[in-house]
């Protein structure tokens, strides 16, 4: 299963798995500042921040599964199936096909201060890169150094969460992960030595599934 996380010591990292079994021929795209970039909706941008991530490349265009820019901006594409659904073009809004939303937003935008600017306007459409490359049903994260979202367009319209822990996977919604997340109430490992025990007894011995937090005092 795909997984992007972010992390963050004295530096900022961000990165995703891309957990397939074959390969597309993808290859490592490097976005220039003046690599023209064309929008099926929005016209070109001439001049942009540079951008670095995965993608598979078809006519010089890279369709990215994921990048970062040169100011730090990370995004990712997660597996939505079932549950991505993209808009008809629409007047007044910003029209970004699905497989421009990546660039669209990396090449503008430094922090997300100014990501969530840019999606108030956009509208993300079903308009595929060619009858060969149909639309892919994905979700994404989008994460600075100081916070992330996550990006899910539905069958409802545009959901926008903010994204406490930094991470994003396949399916579900996000916030069926956050509460799974959530539920987790046990974050140790705790184990019972059967050969401490009198294997030689005829009485069941039973212990109680510890649910709670617990300090390791690691000086006692």
Same mark, same amino acid.
């Given at each position: 299963?795909?997984?992007?996380?972010?992390? !963050?010591?004295?530096?900022?990292?961000f990165?995703?798995?891309?957990?397939?079994?074959?390969?597309?021929?993808?290859?490592?795209?490097?976005?220039?500042?003046?690599?023209?970039?064309?929008?099926?909706?929005m016209?070109?941008?001439?001049?942009?921040?540079?951008?670095?991530?995965?993608?598979?490349?078809v006519? #010089?265009?890279?369709?990215?599964? #994921?990048?970062?820019?040169? !100011?730090?901006?990370?995004? $990712?594409?997660?597996?939505?199936?079932?549950? $991505?659904?993209?808009?008809?073009?629409?007047e007044?809004?910003?029209?970004? $096909?699905?497989?421009?939303?990546?660039?669209? +937003?990396?090449?503008?935008?430094?922090?997300?201060?100014?990501?969530?600017?840019?999606?108030?306007?956009?509208?993300?459409? %079903?308009?595929?890169?060619?009858?060969?490359?149909?639309?892919?049903?994905?979700?994404?994260?989008?994460?600075?150094? %100081?916070?992330? +979202?996550?990006?899910?367009?539905?069958?409802?319209g545009?959901?926008?969460?903010?994204?406490?822990?930094?991470?994003?996977?396949?399916?579900?919604?996000?916030?069926?992960?956050?509460?799974?997340?959530n539920?987790?109430?046990?974050?140790?490992?705790?184990?019972? =030595?059967?050969?401490?025990? =009198?294997?030689?007894?005829? !009485?069941?011995?039973?212990?109680?599934?510890?649910?709670?937090?617990?300090?390791?005092?690691?000086?006692?």
């Amino acid at each position: 299963m795909c997984t992007a996380a972010t992390y !963050k010591t004295a530096d900022f990292y961000f990165g995703r798995t891309l957990d397939y079994e074959f390969s597309y021929g993808d290859e490592v795209a490097v976005l220039p500042r003046n690599y023209a970039l064309a929008f099926r909706h929005m016209g070109t941008l001439k001049a942009h921040y540079a951008i670095i991530g995965m993608a598979y490349v078809v006519g #010089d265009y890279p369709l990215y599964y #994921d990048g970062i820019n040169e !100011k730090g901006l990370g995004m $990712a594409g997660l597996n939505f199936v079932g549950n $991505a659904v993209y808009q008809e073009v629409g007047e007044g809004r910003e029209n970004i $096909a699905q497989f421009e939303f990546i660039p669209w +937003i990396l090449s503008q935008c430094a922090f997300l201060a100014e990501v969530r600017k840019l999606l108030n306007r956009i509208n993300i459409v %079903n308009t595929p890169f060619s009858e060969q490359l149909p639309l892919a049903q994905l979700h994404w994260i989008i994460a600075d150094e %100081n916070e992330s +979202i996550t990006v899910e367009s539905m069958s409802d319209g545009l959901h926008i969460y903010d994204n406490p822990v930094g991470v994003l996977t396949n399916n579900p919604p996000f916030p069926q992960q956050i509460y799974y997340y959530n539920t987790y109430e046990n974050h140790q490992i705790s184990a019972v =030595d059967m050969h401490a025990e =009198d294997l030689e007894s005829n !009485k069941l011995i039973c212990y109680p599934v510890i649910q709670g937090e617990r300090i390791n005092y690691q000086n006692k």
